[in-house]
């Protein structure tokens, strides 16, 4: 596939509408910085079909529901997740399950998704409980921090024991230190592994590294029964009954650590911010977590959690973690009147669909309340709401997050009041990589005296 999009010629874009932006850059500045504007001024000028350029794509932007469901459902097998993702991916997250497509991802996520069904999570659960208890008590009170490094540094010291299994200390550090390279490599524009020092070329060793440990402790992980995903998929067998084989192993551990370090630190980094900026709700939350009367969350308390639920699920509708999702288009298709040739770069946006109009009251307001039962403004349209992607390709952790946000938001706002100085009117945040707030998220927290 890789050598096929290497030789293959990019379908012409001339006859859609939409500019090519900056010299060399394109659009990537807007993009970057603040998509949703420029998502808009474009559809409110070309409609739901345009093109936009970056250094790497010309692709083509397709938005709203209609758009999503055409792309996730992925009729008639039109759109590759390999060839969308590869540049990205490649000598970094080589053979991830976010580019596998057809039969193949469908056999691979069938084996990954035995980690992140009910037993599996209950034995996360273990794990997470006083590992993010201990972790938020060590953060600093009484004064202003970076809150975006603190909760960072926490999920992934919590992720090496939840993913792999290592207790915090040294080997942890180094095995975060690769994850963190792995991740700035995905985003370095240049792309030169010759270039020693670059971030790509620093990612594919932090890689390399990696990949090393989990070949290296594989066999030891087949003789003993763990909690952590590392160790599960050690045990777990194929349709035919046999082992999954030590590649699988590493590949999946690999994306399972990339696709839920980063992408739960956004989130919850949209959330501390919506909780300083809305105290009311917060102390709401707070008298929620404080009703099940425990010192720790069981799997059963997990439903109970529901304005804590609604809450996540607005910081993901407000500030989604990927503003675009990418795909490549094997054939010709339409949409909206317009003929898309194949070998083009498609796009859809969260982040759009998210604030249009015609499907939420007061987009731009945060409000917990519109995912209530008796509102349910997320249920017009099956693709309106797509924090976590959509269909064959739909996030398999997604579970998984709602349970280990609902841990940390119940062990910090049991103890901790989240503030924010008055000077602070917005959410300051990039989109590329990920939506990340730009300033570090600078809140207070204070220690709650009961």
């Not at 559809?43 to 794509?57: E, L, M, Q, S, W």
């Not at 700035?184 to 390399?208: H, L, Q």
């Not at 990696?210 to 909690?227: A, F, H, S, T």
């Amino acid at each position: 596939m890789r050598a096929f999009q290497k030789r293959t010629k990019l379908g012409k874009l001339s006859h859609i509408p939409g500019g090519s932006g900056l010299p060399f850059f394109g659009h990537t500045y807007w993009l970057a910085t603040d998509s949703h504007a420029w998502l808009d001024r474009k559809y409110a000028k070309n409609g739901p079909v345009f093109r936009a350029k970056t250094p790497i794509h010309d692709m083509v932007m397709l938005l709203g529901p209609e758009a999503n469901k055409l792309v996730f459902k992925n009729e008639g097998k039109i759109f590759s997740n390999f060839l969308a993702w590869d540049n990205t991916f490649e000598n970094l997250f080589d053979n991830a399950l976010l580019e596998r497509d057809f039969a193949d991802h469908k056999k691979e996520r069938k084996v990954l998704q035995q980690a992140f069904k009910r037993p599996a999570i209950e034995g996360h659960m273990q794990i997470m409980n006083p590992a993010l208890k201990m972790g938020i008590e060590q953060w600093r009170t009484g004064r202003t921090i970076k809150a975006m490094d603190h909760v960072k540094k926490l999920l992934l010291n919590v992720g090496a024991k939840v993913f792999l299994g290592i207790e915090m200390g040294p080997q942890a550090d180094t095995i975060n230190q690769a994850f963190i390279d792995i991740v700035a490599g995905c985003g370095d524009p240049i792309r030169r592994k010759e270039i020693w020092f670059s971030p790509y070329a620093k990612g594919i060793r932090a890689s390399k590294t990696l990949c090393k440990y989990i070949m290296d402790n594989i066999p030891e992980r087949r003789k003993v029964v763990g909690l952590d995903i590392f160790s599960q998929l050690c045990h777990m067998r194929d349709d035919e009954g046999k082992l999954i084989k030590d590649e699988i192993i590493r590949d999946h551990m690999i994306f399972v650590l990339f696709a839920a370090h980063d992408t739960t630190t956004s989130a919850l980094s949209a959330i501390l911010y919506a909780l300083a900026s809305n105290l009311e709700w917060q102390e709401e939350l707070r008298e929620e977590m404080s009703s099940l009367n425990k010192n720790g969350i069981e799997f059963d308390d997990i439903d109970a959690l529901q304005k804590t639920g609604w809450t996540f699920k607005e910081a993901l509708r407000m500030y989604p973690a990927l503003s675009v999702i990418p795909r490549y288009a094997l054939k010709d298709f339409e949409f909206n009147g317009h003929l898309i040739p194949a070998n083009t770069m498609v796009t859809v946006s969260t982040v759009f669909t998210h604030y249009m109009s015609e499907y939420w009251t007061n987009p731009h307001t945060f409000d917990p309340y519109r995912f209530s039962p008796e509102r349910a403004e997320d249920k017009q349209h099956f693709f309106q709401y797509i924090p976590f992607g959509g269909g064959a390709h739909k996030c398999l952790g997604l579970h998984f997050a709602d349970v280990q946000v609902k841990i940390f938001l119940f062990h910090l706002l049991k103890n901790y009041k989240v503030t924010k100085n008055s000077k602070m009117k917005k959410y300051k945040y990039n989109n590329v990589p990920l939506t990340f707030p730009t300033d570090g998220l600078p809140l207070r927290f204070d220690r709650i005296h009961r």
